[in-house]
């Protein structure tokens, strides 16, 4: 162990300074790496997640939850959990911009019939689905202060709207017409409706329970849940799936208390 030892320190001592610094951040980013999970945004479209090495914390069982949830729902496929917005640049152009990240988003299409004697279109009119969302985002450290919960809750009304990178699988035509046997994906980036976001925290947070509840009481398209520190992810894709259910599938808002 001492041969092992006072041979590291050879080495060290031989190798110049900038090349240590960037030998130990390249050693470091790579212990980050094997330790943190990949976020969903990273995978190819449609394909599931795949985590890394490494023990699954908290956030990591939420996002798998709504992987998890997203499934089950057969929500629509996104390249990534992230969120987009215009933006007015210098000039005469308009720009994209993230306004945040998140743990998860489930998605579905919903149509809107009926309605109003003037509001309700001709039958010669063609009417898009409606695309309602439900932002999934956890809240431990984050949340023992209000302004970043706040942030997340607000950020459903971002003047120029919220839109994701859908994945659509399409079919591939051959050149006699008849269908392949493989689709193709294809990205499109779409403006969501009608967003609710849910908070995920632990039972044992009671300063993060207490300003998530001034929090969603402000901002009334937003509620939260709370589950044991060691609550698996399949526990929390059940209570997503029984709160947002008949939001993306059937009647009624989410089961916000």
Same mark, same amino acid.
């Given at each position: ?16 300074i900038d090349g240590l610094a960037r030998r130990w951040g390249a050693e470091e980013k790579d212990i980050e790496q094997e330790v943190r999970p990949t976020p969903a945004g990273d995978q190819l479209p449609g394909a599931p997640t795949a985590w890394r090495k490494g023990p699954m914390t908290f956030k990591s069982n939420v996002k798998a939850a709504a992987e998890t ?43 809107? %019939?009926?309605? /109003? ?7 010669? #009119?063609?009417? +898009? @689905?409606?695309?309602? *969302? ?78 998530? %509840?001034?929090? /969603? ?7 939260? #849940?709370?589950? +044991? @520190?060691?609550?698996? *992810? ?24």
């Amino acid at each position: 162990m001492l041969t092992i030892t006072l041979g590291l320190a050879a080495r060290l001592a031989s190798m110049p300074i900038d090349g240590l610094a960037r030998r130990w951040g390249a050693e470091e980013k790579d212990i980050e790496q094997e330790v943190r999970p990949t976020p969903a945004g990273d995978q190819l479209p449609g394909a599931p997640t795949a985590w890394r090495k490494g023990p699954m914390t908290f956030k990591s069982n939420v996002k798998a939850a709504a992987e998890t949830a997203a499934k089950n729902l057969n929500c629509l496929k996104l390249r990534t959990v992230r969120l987009y917005t215009p933006y007015w640049k210098k000039g005469k152009t308009y720009g994209w911009m993230s306004p945040m990240d998140t743990d998860g988003i489930l998605v579905a299409e919903r149509t809107a %019939e009926g309605g /109003t004697k003037t509001g309700t279109p001709p039958t010669s #009119v063609k009417v +898009p @689905p409606l695309l309602v *969302a439900v932002l999934i985002q956890s809240e431990e450290a984050t949340g023992m202060t209000k302004p970043n919960p706040y942030g997340k809750a607000s950020v459903v009304n971002v003047p120029l709207g919220l839109w994701v990178d859908r994945v659509d699988w399409v079919d591939v035509l051959k050149k006699d017409g008849t269908k392949k046997a493989k689709q193709r994906p294809v990205v499109t980036r779409a403006r969501l409706d009608h967003v609710w976001v849910m908070f995920i925290t632990r039972d044992d947070l009671h300063g993060v329970h207490s300003n998530l %509840e001034v929090v /969603t009481t402000a901002h009334r398209d937003s509620w939260y #849940v709370s589950f +044991p @520190p060691n609550a698996t *992810a399949a526990t929390m894709a059940e209570k997503i799936d029984a709160d947002v259910r008949g939001f993306l599938k059937g009647k009624g808002r989410p089961k916000a208390p």
